[in-house]
């Protein structure tokens, strides 16, 4: 499966905001039940913190990935239709 942060139109880059934001909750879920699952098995207690350090380590890895398709070479970059296009 692949994720279309970025594409192209006329030319253009341009960011698939519905596609990032998708990537943002998924990433950010995952993140948060990841980092308080390995926090609960490692120190055998609840810590609030954890979930938050989880959420923020999936914003982080959602901006990485849009930050690195924007400096993908504009030949490498998808093609998106028009949105005056049916």
Not at 7 to 26: D, E, H, N, P, Y
Not at 44 to 49: G, K, L, Q, S
């Amino acid at each position: 499966m692949r994720i279309t942060l970025v594409g192209k139109r006329k030319g253009r880059r341009v960011i698939c905001w519905k596609s990032w934001f998708r990537l943002t909750v998924a990433t950010v879920l995952l993140g948060a039940l990841m980092a308080t699952a390995a926090y609960l098995l490692l120190a055998r207690r609840w810590n609030p913190m954890a979930p938050l350090l989880g959420v923020g380590a999936g914003l982080a890895a959602s901006l990485l990935c849009v930050l690195a398709s924007l400096f993908t070479p504009l030949t490498r970059l998808p093609v998106i239709g028009d949105r005056s296009s049916p």
